[in-house]
């Protein structure tokens, strides 16, 4: 039985919303990874990655609608994923660097000032001049 114009209709938009959602996901995960210099390393988070999309992409397409995975799905997310890395990836990733690094700051300079004060106190205490 052939599927409604309805339900083709929704295969396709949600087939491209999954698709946003694993760009989105490829921009984060190449934030955290950062450079890696490690191949082994490297080939084992890429392969975990790869891994975690495919899960979140059917758990996804699984709820939306039903997870018919035509062809058609496929190359819907594959279209949504050219798109996103074309003309959204890159204001994306720049923003999440920046979100990054203003966060690394935040904490270590947080760290910093919450460690110092404990340093002075350890200190005073384990003095041994007394």
Same mark, same amino acid.
């Given at each position: 039985?052939?599927?409604?114009? /309805?339900?083709?209709?929704?295969?396709?938009?949600?087939?491209?919303?999954?698709?946003?959602?694993?760009?989105?996901?490829?921009?984060?995960? =190449?934030?955290? =990874?950062?450079?890696?210099?490690?191949?082994?390393?490297?080939?084992?988070?890429?392969?975990?990655?790869?891994?975690?999309?495919?899960?979140?992409?059917?758990?996804?397409?699984?709820? +939306? /609608?039903?997870?018919?995975? +035509?062809?058609?799905?496929?190359?819907?997310?594959?279209?949504?994923?050219?798109?996103?890395? =074309?003309?959204?990836?890159?204001?994306?990733?720049?923003?999440?660097? +920046?979100?990054?690094?203003?966060?690394?700051?935040?904490? =270590?300079?947080?760290?910093?000032?919450?460690?110092?004060?404990?340093?002075?106190?350890?200190?005073?205490? +384990?003095?041994?001049?007394?």
């Amino acid at each position: 039985m052939p599927l409604g114009l /309805n339900m083709q209709i929704s295969l396709v938009i949600y087939s491209l919303i999954g698709g946003f959602i694993a760009g989105i996901l490829f921009d984060i995960y =190449r934030v955290i =990874r950062g450079l890696n210099s490690i191949k082994i390393l490297t080939i084992i988070e890429d392969t975990l990655f790869c891994v975690l999309i495919a899960l979140a992409i059917f758990t996804f397409l699984l709820y +939306t /609608n039903y997870a018919f995975l +035509t062809p058609y799905v496929y190359i819907f997310i594959i279209i949504a994923i050219l798109l996103y890395f =074309r003309f959204i990836s890159k204001f994306f990733y720049v923003s999440q660097v +920046t979100t990054a690094r203003i966060f690394y700051k935040l904490i =270590r300079i947080l760290l910093k000032n919450i460690w110092y004060p404990l340093k002075i106190i350890v200190y005073k205490v +384990t003095d041994k001049r007394k």
